[in-house]
């Protein structure tokens, strides 16, 4: 059974600051989706990622993808408030981690 | 405007009285599905459809059932809800289900079962 492991759960940043969340997954995908789900909303798409090494950017976020090691990263560069929201991951048959939920602070 | 459409957003019931959420999609997508959120847990599939008159389980079927009979629309139906099914319940859609296509997602159902 695929399971998909996101960390960490809880991150709280200042503005300006860089930082990484992960995604682990244990069982081969070479398919991988970020959405992002702000406070009392739906979920929305950021990030397609469907092959080894597959970079893809938007803003200050960028998210990447090596299914070698099954794990996904997105990166969020020198963070503002505006980012503050949750942050899933789901793998192939949307299979979804427990979500990030990022904080940003002045 | 391409969106997905659910409703009630909020639901408060009791224990044993049916229930329909709906759910209804304008973008000609093959492939619709139902999740729900707890804290926690992230997203949990329930059902999902690649087609009309197809519908397979998910993770977490046990108490719900739904039907595609209409291409746009995926209703979810608790005939017997209980409190463990308190939770926030989306629907969804995209192109082609496994197609590495995106989901599209409803704006939530807050269900309570009191």
């Known amino acids: 059974e695929l399971k998909v492991e996101q960390n960490p759960l809880f991150l709280s940043m200042q503005e300006g600051k860089n930082y990484t969340i992960y995604c682990n997954y244990s069982t081969t995908s070479d398919r991988l989706y970020w959405y992002r789900q702000d406070p009392g909303k739906s979920l929305e798409s950021l990030f397609v990622?469907?092959?080894?090494?597959a970079v893809k950017q938007e803003g200050r976020l960028m998210a990447s993808l090596d299914t070698k090691a099954r794990l996904s990263t997105l990166h969020i560069t020198a963070a503002v408030h505006d980012l503050s929201a949750t942050y899933f991951c789901a793998v192939g048959d949307m299979r979804f981690g427990a979500g990030t939920r990022l904080t940003v602070k002045p | 405007e391409a969106q997905v459409t659910q409703n009630p957003r909020y639901l408060i019931t009791v224990t044993g009285k049916k229930l329909t959420v709906t759910c209804s999609q304008n973008?000609?997508?093959?492939?619709m599905s139902w999740y729900r959120q707890d804290p926690g847990l992230g997203l949990r599939q329930i059902y999902y459809s690649m087609n009309v008159e197809v519908t397979d389980k998910g993770d977490v079927p046990e108490g719900y059932k739904v039907s595609r009979k209409e291409k746009r629309n995926f209703p979810l139906i608790l005939e017997s809800p209980s409190p463990n099914q308190t939770s926030l319940y989306f629907c969804?859609?995209?192109?082609?289900?496994?197609?590495?296509?995106?989901?599209?997602f409803g704006s939530g159902t807050q269900l309570s079962v009191l």
């Open positions: 973008m000609n997508h093959e492939y």
């Open positions: 969804a859609s995209s192109l082609a289900g496994g197609s590495n296509e995106k989901l599209f």
């Open positions: 990622l469907l092959s080894n090494g």
